[in-house]
């Protein structure tokens, strides 16, 4: 449940960025992604849209995607998205408790982009 409430806030948090942080807006303003964040189980999903400055979020499992971050467990995706680490990632990918599916450089980018809004 928690996951699910952090995925929900993650994209309004991200639709209002979109619109009043003018470092936010120049990082998306040119690119098309779909970055989707689910359980290893399919149980819990988001999909977050980039569509050149605009953002949206949709909940649930989609097969359209640019990347995908697959976490173990909710318990595990919640851990790593709300760590203060920079490492966090990485050591879950290492550990085995994270898979990046599709492009990864767009994991990369999605996380550079949240950097800039919550730091």
Same mark, same amino acid.
């Given at each position: 449940?928690?996951?699910?409430?952090?995925?929900?806030?993650?994209?309004?948090? +991200?639709?209002?960025?979109?619109?009043?942080?003018?470092?936010?807006?120049?990082?998306?303003?040119?690119?098309?992604?779909?970055? +989707?964040?689910?359980?290893?189980?399919?149980?819990?999903?988001? +999909?977050?849209?980039?569509?050149?400055?605009?953002?949206?979020?949709?909940?649930?499992?989609? &097969?359209?995607?640019?990347?995908? +971050?697959?976490?173990?467990?909710?318990?595990?995706?919640?851990?790593?998205?709300?760590?203060?680490?920079?490492?966090?990632?990485?050591?879950?990918?290492? &550990?085995?408790?994270?898979?990046?599916?599709?492009?990864?450089?767009?994991?990369?980018?999605?996380?550079?982009?949240?950097?800039?809004?919550?730091?």
């Amino acid at each position: 449940m928690r996951f699910t409430l952090l995925l929900f806030a993650l994209g309004q948090i +991200l639709k209002v960025a979109s619109i009043t942080s003018k470092p936010f807006k120049h990082y998306i303003r040119n690119t098309d992604a779909r970055v +989707l964040i689910k359980t290893r189980d399919n149980q819990r999903a988001r +999909l977050f849209v980039f569509n050149k400055g605009k953002v949206s979020s949709m909940a649930g499992n989609h &097969e359209t995607f640019d990347v995908a +971050l697959i976490f173990k467990d909710a318990a595990t995706g919640f851990s790593v998205l709300t760590s203060k680490k920079k490492d966090a990632s990485f050591n879950a990918a290492a &550990e085995g408790k994270l898979k990046v599916a599709g492009m990864s450089f767009f994991a990369q980018w999605f996380e550079d982009g949240t950097k800039i809004i919550l730091s």
